[in-house]
């Protein structure tokens, strides 16, 4: 696999959704967000996402310049329509205002429908970490296709439904979860497929509902399996709840509808901390925390016991520095897109 800088992935990500139609603004926003999951060691969600985003868009399943929309508000609550657009941009929009609403009331809350696949969930909730708030946000898939299967079941219900929350500190590096509630993200299989690499069983079940190590079955009538392993009846909770709030809350409703269109509901949520305790010993107390995790002794097999996110933060200083690996499978897919919308020399690809 050949690397590349974030810079080149940045300049490419951008050529590609401005020939094909997107507005700079969208273009900017979506690569930025797709080469940060890159650097935070999550490929599943970075540059491999980008000729999907074209071929939604080719779909007339993702509208460039969509408007933002807000369809009822309060001082301290929001319902937004993202009118189908790219949903890193509507997202982001939305959670900068309710980080605006949660500094003037202390609690705010937002529900957002109708928009393209939001990426990696922490992209919004370290926006709030970073305004020395508490961010939580939880998204689910609308009514496309279902990738997961209840617990006990064989045949796919239910979303990944992602859940992220990210908590301010004093810390290098941010203490933030971000996972979804089945076994794994379906980018991730997508990228072991991509890579010709098997995948751990616990992860998939092929069409008969068997466990499998091949992640091919995934898209053969195979499904993902609940978060959890033996005990997947608490990720398959989690994924019901995430439903309700992104689903039933904003109107989406559940199941699947016709038409096969990505459309990520989402919920989120922004605690200014300041309005329950002194921001300063709190950013602290929580840095003492994350230490006193890490001093935690090492169970055999293991190095070190690292805090929520801090894995992330490692494998963004070693990108950063020393580039991102790209499969040929996906650097390929670029190629080819780049040729395609006619932007292949200038970019001396």
């Not at 939604?56 to 301290?76: D, L, P, W, Y």
């Not at 068997?210 to 909770?237: I, V």
């Not at 990520?264 to 002194?278: I, L, N, S, T």
């Not at 010993?281 to 994350?290: G, Y």
Request: one cysteine or more; hydrophobic letters at 40%; a neutral charge.
């Amino acid at each position: 696999m050949a690397k590349f800088m974030a810079a080149r992935l940045i300049e490419i990500g951008e050529a590609l959704f401005t020939a094909a139609g997107a507005t700079q603004e969208e273009a900017q926003t979506v690569t930025r967000l797709c080469v940060e999951a890159n650097l935070a060691g999550h490929d599943s969600h970075g540059i491999i996402r980008v000729t999907d985003y074209v071929e939604r868009m080719k779909k007339g399943h993702i509208v460039s310049g969509a408007k933002f929309e807000i369809k009822q508000e309060t001082s301290n609550t929001t319902v937004v329509d993202g009118n189908w657009g790219f949903g890193y941009v509507i997202t982001e929009k939305a959670m900068q205002l309710t980080i605006d609403k949660a500094r003037k009331t202390g609690v705010a809350a937002a529900t957002v429908a109708r928009q393209g696949h939001i990426g990696r969930l922490a992209s919004y909730t370290l926006m709030a970490a970073e305004n020395n708030m508490i961010g939580l946000i939880v998204a689910d898939s609308g009514r496309s296709p279902k990738q997961v299967v209840p617990f006990g079941g064989k045949a796919p219900r239910l979303g990944t439904n992602p859940i992220s929350v990210a908590i301010p500190s004093n810390l290098a590096g941010p203490l933030f979860i971000d996972f979804a509630t089945s076994a794994v993200a379906g980018g991730k299989i997508s990228l072991a497929v991509a890579r010709n690499e098997k995948i751990p069983v616990g992860w998939v079940i092929d069409s008969e509902g068997r466990q499998t190590s091949d992640p091919t079955q995934h898209k053969q009538g195979g499904a993902l399996l609940p978060l959890g392993g033996s005990e997947g009846y608490k990720g398959y909770g989690l994924a019901v709840i995430v439903e309700v709030l992104c689903g039933l809350l904003t109107g989406l409703g559940f199941g699947v509808e016709p038409t096969g269109r990505h459309n990520d509901g989402c919920f989120m949520a922004v605690f200014d901390v300041e309005k329950f305790h002194a921001l300063a010993p709190f950013k602290q107390e929580v840095t003492d925390f994350a230490k006193y995790l890490n001093d935690t002794p090492p169970a055999d097999g293991f190095k070190r016991v690292l805090y929520p996110g801090e894995i992330e933060y490692q494998a963004e200083l070693d990108r950063k520095a020393n580039g991102v690996e790209i499969e040929d499978k996906t650097w390929g897919k670029i190629t080819a897109l780049a040729a395609e919308l006619g932007v292949k020399e200038k970019l001396k690809l």
